[in-house]
Structures are given as C-alpha cells and as structure tokens.
C-alpha cells in the first residue's frame, strides 16, 4: 500500500478535491497488481488481463485512494479554496474525535486552537502563493490541534497542494505527538535530575576528601589524648597523672586550632571585622614566613612594590593567600630559582603578580589547581588545599585570581583585589 | 631482656604516647623521627636487635610507603606494623600484599597496640628461629 501511495501522490489529491469521494473500509479494493493496473492506464481502451470485468481507471483510481486514506494511522485532511474540509479520514475521525460526516464542509480552522487560527491563515495563504508544493509544518512552529471535546494535543503536520481547475487543494497530514513530547519532556527532567545528582555527588566526593584531610590532622593530636588519658587511668603518680593532663589540654588546642582552621575555609565569606589592609605590607609578611621555610639559600626572592591603595579585607585572610601561593612558588622550584612578586595599581583594582622558575603546571593540571587536596607534590609536602584556600579568600574579597604556566618553564599567578575605602566604597 | 620496637614517626607526640601505651609492658621503645631515620637505625646500628617496627605514613624525606617497602625488602624478618591518622582502604590493601603484620588508625586504645605489637614480637621469634627473650 505504501508503494501505490507514493507512486499516486498526484492522483490521490485529484480525488481528494472531490467532496463526493468516499473512503472504503477495505484497503484492497483492487485486486489487480501494480504493473498490470500501470498498463491498464498508460492504454485506457485495453482490457484487463484476468478479470471478466471492464475496469474504469477512474473508478479504480479512486478506490485506490479511498484505501489509502482508510488505512492510514494519520489524520489526513484536504481543503479547497475556501479551506473547508473536503476529506476527512478515518485517522482524522479517531485522532480529532469527528465523524467525517460531521465535520465535512466545515472551515479546517475549527480543528485548531482559536488563539492560533489568525496565524494559521496567514500561514495557509503564504504556503497557498509560494512556489513551494508541500512543506513540513513544523518546521517553523509547533502544531497544536483541538478535539471535538476542546482538548489540545500537539501534533506534526505537512502540508502539500495541488492545482485542479484553477482551485489550490490543499492536503495536510498530521499525527499526534503527544507520547513523543512527554517522552522527551520526561527526558530533560531526567536529564536535570541527573546532572543535579552529578553536582551533588561532586560535592559529597569533595566532603568525603576533605574528611579524610581533616581524620588525618585530627587523629594524631586524638591518639595523643588518648594515650595520656590511659597513663593518667591507669596510673597512680599524681605529678605525672597532672603532666599527662597538662599535656591533653595542649592536645586539645591543637585540634580545636585544626577546626578554626578549617571552619575558616569552609563557612561562608565573613565580613565582619573588615580592615584597611595594606597589601604590600601583607606580601612582605608572606614573604619572611615563606623565608622560614627555605631550606636552600639558592633561591632568589625579589619583590617590585609598587605605591598602593589599601583594600578592604582581613590581613591574615590576605597574607595567607599570598603565602600559600608564595610557597607553592618555591616548592616548585626546589633548590634554585627566582621568585618574583610585583604588586601595582590598575584602575580600581590592586593586582599582584607572583612568578617562578619552577616546574610549571601540566596543562592537565591547570583546571584542577583549585580543587581541594588535589596536589602533585609528594605526602609530606602538603593536603593539596593550599591553592582551594586562596580561591575562597579571594572570592571573600571580590577578588580574581589566574594561573599561567609553561611546564619546564614557570608559573604565574595574577590575583586581584578591588581598591576599597573603609566605609566599603570604591574610592 | 625486652623487645625492642622502632617508633618511626614524624611526630613527637606520637612517639611519646607509644612509649606510653608501652609503659611498664616487656617492650622497649627506641625512636625516629622519619623514614630516613628509621632507615639508619637499621643499616647503621645493626647492633640494636630491633624486634617490631611501627611506622607512620605521612612522613618528610622518606615516607611511610618507602620506608616500609625499604624494611621488607632489606628486613623482612622484622614485622612491621603501620599506624596512621590516615584511614585509607587501598593503602591498607598495598600494605598489607607487602607483608605487615597490621594496619592500624590512629587513635589506637593502649589494649589494642600491645595485643599486635605482641603478635608482632611472636612472628618475629617464629620466622629468625630464635629463642623466645622473655
């Protein structure tokens, strides 16, 4: 059946713009094969080959048609000029709820929603004066028709006419896609749900890391507690019994120095207690510290100040970012280079810029420079939380911070802070 | 005579607390302060019988993971036992396919350490063939 229908294309809609065209129930109307019935109408006057009967190619067109229509699981729906329906089938009848007999005659804008129906002449009667002979509808738009009960559902529709005796039929075919729609509606929610429980996920591997930072800082001083708290149970010197509790008091200020740490990094940017923070002064600072470190005199650090602004901020906040990227700087370096700190004024930012001759940063590694406890260096030599920390201050602050880097050649990081006034004003 | 035990341990803390789980048991403490150390102890005064090695991980110079693998290849009749603050499935699985005895977390309850530590000393005596000390 598909065969003849393509084959008949032009032949169906003749038939279509006949309002006295009936479907049949039977899609085999003609018994007839395909190039047997092709030659019965390349030679009207010729006589069937098997059949007793005269064959009418008219009629036996027509029947062909009718059987198309009748077995076709679309809506298929013509319309004359004056775009009342002319064919309505039963695909049409089970999709729109219609009976043919119903609603033949009546204007095609009945089956679709009213607040599109201005639209839809306007479509009609372009596609009507365009040279184009069929167009897939919603190509441009979505289709929406309306059932005998009011109700909308989406459809695909396509377009095609025909010129007969100076009148443009016009055939539309359409199926419901309402299953497909929810099917992909269903699709994107899932999809949401998924890249949610993707970012959730990212956050839990990113606690579960941090945890295991934090067991690791917190079980030494905890074993320590324990230990003395066993000697002091279990013993019976009361100087000793004192010294190992004297001991548990250090230990816990230790680990409760641990959490205020880590508290700091992890609770939401704080901005009470802001200062006048002078960002030279707070480079200086980072770099005596990151000095103590230094295990080689080999190493080289110059620094280019230039004349400052104040930012507003908290000092320790801004010399530990400064010192975390300082140390990185010189751990990278091991045991010979040159680290180079510039600080200078542009426009209402203060920018720092902090360089070395260092290993560099993998390009691989680049992305991941912020992740907490992600670290190249060996297990003695840091968590791989210096660089998240940096990241957080710096976003307390309305800060910037980049990396650049040539392996084998050095890495630059630029860090930038808004110039504040102490009222929290941009000068 | 008492068994010794090498701390080898970054932490001084840490190092004291064993001695003190250890206190008044028949062990004996000696310590360092990092894989290295622990290293020179045993290559350098091979005099001192150590007994059982209980090493850290996270460590400066040389760490727990070298130095571990250092004692099986050179010491292997020397059982170790891993302790660290660091709770790490796939370390404990790599420490144990080398051989140590166990792997403990930090903290570690006074009871626990002197039953492995005495597990220890006995493979110790069952696999150099020698007299039990004590």
Known sequence: MLLERTQDTTEGKAMAGRSDSKPDDQGNADPQPIEERRRAQETPAAMPAGGGRPSDPRVDRELRLAGVLSVSPDAIIAVGNDTRIRVFNAGAEKLFGYRAADIMGRPLDELIPARFRAAHAEHIERFRASPEESRLMTERSEILGVRADGSEFPAEASVSKLELDGETILTVMLHDVTARKQAEAELIAAKEQAEQALIQAEKMAAVGTLASGIGHEINNPLYAIMGAAEAIRDGNDLTRGQEHAQDIVGYCKHVAGIIKNLSGYIRPADKHGLESVDVNAAIAEAVSMARLSLLADTIEIEQRLGALPAILAKSEDIQQAFFNVIRNGLQAMGRAGTLEVESVREADRVSVRISDTGAGIASANLAKVFDPFFTTKGPDEGEGIGLFVVQQIVKKYDGTIEFESDPGEGTVCAITFPIREPNGEVP | ?134
């Open chain 2, 1 to 134: 005579m008492k068994h010794k035990i090498l701390v080898v341990d970054d932490e001084a803390e840490i190092r004291k607390t064993i001695r003190l789980q250890l206190e008044g048991t028949i062990y004996e403490v000696l310590e360092a302060e990092d894989g290295e150390k622990g290293i020179q102890v045993l290559d350098n005064e091979n005099i001192l019988e150590v007994d059982v090695i209980i090493c850290d991980v996270r460590m400066p110079k040389v760490n727990g993971v070298e130095a571990v693998a250092y004692f099986r290849e050179n010491y292997a009749s020397i059982p170790v036992i891993v302790l660290t603050g660091y709770p790490d499935m796939q370390l404990a699985v790599d420490f144990m396919k080398v051989g140590v005895v166990d792997y403990l977390v930090k903290p570690v309850e006074k009871e626990n350490l002197v039953e492995v530590v005495g597990k220890a000393a006995r493979q110790r005596t069952i696999f150099s063939g020698a007299q039990p000390k004590v």
